[in-house]
C-alpha cells in the first residue's frame, strides 16, 4: 500500500510569491491534515480537511488557506509569502477525522519550503 | 509558556543503553499521547499510542503517562544506532484540534 505523497518535495520561493503544496493520502484514507515544521516552533497544526470540508483550523494568518477535492487529495496555498514561511510543510492522512475516535496519522514525507 | 515542553537535547549516549525521553505538557484536557520518531528529510512515524495514564510496551520501547504530574516518558531499551532520530511527543484532547507537539529531542546513539 503506498504512503502518503507529497509535491514537490523542494521549493524556493521569492517573498510576496504565492504556493500551492500537494498532498495525496493512502488510498481509502478521507481525511488529511496539514502541519508546518520550524526548528523554532517545531510541528505546528495548520487544518484538517475531511469530506472536502475543513474541520479546524489552527492559529496562522488567512494567507494559510486549504482545500480536498472529492478523491480525497488535498492542496495547501501560503499566499504573500514571507521569509518566515520558510519551513518543511508536512501532511498526513488517516481513515476519520480527528474527534471521533483516536486514529493514527501517517505522515508523508514533506515539502521543504525556502522563501528567499 | 508552551503547551508541551521537550528537551531538544543532543542526547548522546553509547549503544545498549537505555534511552529516557520526557515531555511535560500544562493541558489538562490531553487525553492522548503519542510518540514519533523522525529521520532527517522523512516525515514522522508513529512508534507509540497510550491512552490515559499507565504504561505500555513495545518490544524495545516502553511509553508511560502520568496525568496527575503531566508527564510522558519515552524507554528505549538496548539502544541502537538505528535509533538515532528526532523523536517527538504528541498530544490530543480527542477533539478535532489536531496533534500537540513537543519541539522534539535529537538521539544520537554512538557505536
Known amino acids: 500500500k503506498a504512503g502518503v505523497t507529497q509535491t514537490p518535495r523542494y521549493l524556493i520561493k521569492t517573498r510576496g510569491q504565492q504556493v500551492t503544496l500537494s498532498c495525496s493520502p493512502i488510498s481509502g484514507h478521507r481525511s488529511v491534515s496539514w502541519y508546518q515544521q520550524t526548528p523554532g516552533q517545531g510541528l505546528q497544526f495548520l487544518f484538517e480537511?475531511?469530506?472536502?470540508?475543513?474541520?479546524n483550523k489552527g492559529n496562522f494568518p488567512g494567507r494559510f488557506s486549504g482545500r480536498q477535492f472529492s478523491n480525497s487529495r488535498s492542496e495547501m496555498n501560503v499566499s504573500t509569502l514571507e521569509l518566515g514561511d520558510s519551513a518543511l510543510y508536512l501532511c498526513a492522512s488517516s481513515l476519520a477525522p480527528s474527534g471521533v475516535i483516536y486514529n493514527e496519522q501517517f505522515f508523508g514525507p514533506g515539502t521543504r519550503l525556502t522563501v528567499l | 509558556q508552551k503547551e508541551v515542553e521537550q528537551d531538544p537535547g543532543p542526547l548522546s549516549v553509547p549503544e545498549g543503553a537505555i534511552v529516557s525521553l520526557n515531555c511535560t505538557y500544562s493541558n489538562s484536557a490531553f487525553q492522548y499521547f503519542m510518540w514519533y520518531r523522525q529521520y532527517s528529510r522523512k516525515g514522522p512515524e508513529l512508534l507509540m499510542y497510550t491512552y490515559s495514564s499507565g504504561n505500555k510496551e513495545d518490544g524495545r520501547f516502553t511509553a508511560q503517562v502520568d496525568k496527575s504530574s503531566k508527564y510522558i516518558s519515552l524507554f528505549i531499551r538496548d539502544s541502537q544506532p538505528s535509533d538515532s532520530a528526532t523523536y517527538l511527543c504528541?498530544?490530543?484532547?480527542?477533539?478535532?484540534?489536531?496533534?500537540?507537539f513537543g519541539k522534539g529531542t535529537h538521539l544520537i546513539i554512538q557505536p
Open positions: 480537511y475531511f469530506s472536502e470540508t475543513q474541520r
Open positions: 504528541a498530544m490530543s484532547g480527542g477533539g478535532a484540534d489536531g496533534l500537540t
